[in-house]
C-alpha cells in the first residue's frame, strides 16, 4: 500500500473552472500536508500546507483536510492556463519524514 | 524560504562514469536532503545529508554508489557513482523538515545515462 495515492490524471479542466485535485494517505500519524506544483522540466514547489481538519484558502487555492477520512485536496478556482502542471500532494509524518504521491497531470484549457 | 541553486542542470553521461551534484543554499541549514524522482514516480528520499557527520542513507541508498559531502551549512554535493542508464532521474536538493516543517527544493539536476 501506497503512502499517499493520487489520481495521476490527466485532469482537464476549462479556463475559468474550478480544478479539483484529491489525495488520499495511509498513515493516522501524519501530521501536516502539503501542495507542490511542478511545471515540466522544473522542480517542486511548494503552493500550498494545511495541518488542521477543515479548510485553508490562499488567493485561488484551498486546501482541505479530513483526518478522519485520511483525505487531502486542493481547489483552484478561476483556472487560468498557467495552472497546467503537475500537482503533488506530501506529508509528513514525525521528524523528517516526508512522502509523495506520483501527481495529477492538470491542464487548463483555454 | 531560502534560495537553492543546483548545478549541473542537466547532463548527459556515459554508462560507468561519475557524475557530482552541487547544492548552494543563500542561508544555514542544519539539514539537507537529496530526492530522486524517476519518470512517472514520486520523490524518492536518497539520504540526509548532516554537517559534520556522515548522511543517513534510506534503504535501497548505499554510500558506495551515492557518496555526500556536506563540509559545511550552505553547501552539500550528491556523487552518482558507476552510472547505468537506470540512474537516468532528476535529482533534487531540499532543505526544511525538522521545526520549519516545509520542504522547499533546489532546481533539480535532469541526468540522463547513455
Known amino acids: 500500500q501506497k503512502e499517499v495515492e493520487q489520481n495521476s490524471g490527466p485532469l482537464s479542466v476549462p479556463e475559468g473552472a474550478i480544478a479539483s485535485l484529491n489525495c488520499t494517505y495511509s498513515d493516522r500519524g501524519s501530521q501536516s500536508f502539503f501542495w507542490y506544483r511542478q511545471y515540466s522540466g522544473k522542480s517542486p514547489e511548494l503552493i500550498m500546507f494545511i495541518y488542521s481538519n477543515g479548510d485553508k484558502e490562499d488567493g485561488r487555492f484551498t486546501a482541505q483536510l479530513n483526518k478522519a477520512s485520511q483525505y487531502v485536496s486542493l481547489l483552484i478556482r478561476d483556472s487560468q492556463p498557467s495552472d497546467s502542471a503537475t500537482y503533488l500532494c506530501a506529508v509528513r509524518l514525525t521528524g523528517n519524514q516526508f512522502y509523495f504521491g506520483t501527481g495529477t497531470s492538470l491542464t487548463v484549457i483555454p | 524560504s531560502a534560495v537553492i541553486s543546483q548545478k549541473p542542470s542537466r547532463d548527459i553521461c556515459q554508462r560507468g562514469t561519475s557524475l557530482t551534484i552541487q547544492c548552494q543554499v543563500d542561508s544555514q541549514v542544519t539539514m539537507m536532503f537529496w530526492y530522486r524522482q524517476q519518470p512517472g514516480q514520486s520523490l524518492t528520499l536518497i539520504a540526509t545529508a548532516n554537517q559534520g557527520s556522515e548522511a543517513t542513507y534510506e534503504s535501497g541508498f548505499v554510500i558506495d554508489k551515492f557518496p555526500i559531502s556536506r563540509p559545511n551549512l550552505t553547501f552539500s554535493t550528491l556523487t552518482v557513482s558507476n552510472m547505468s542508464p537506470e540512474d537516468s532521474s532528476i535529482y533534487l536538493c531540499?532543505?526544511?523538515?525538522?521545526?520549519?516543517?516545509?520542504?522547499?527544493f533546489g532546481s533539480g539536476t535532469q541526468l540522463s545515462v547513455l
Open positions: 531540499s532543505v526544511g523538515g525538522g521545526s520549519s516543517e516545509k520542504l522547499f
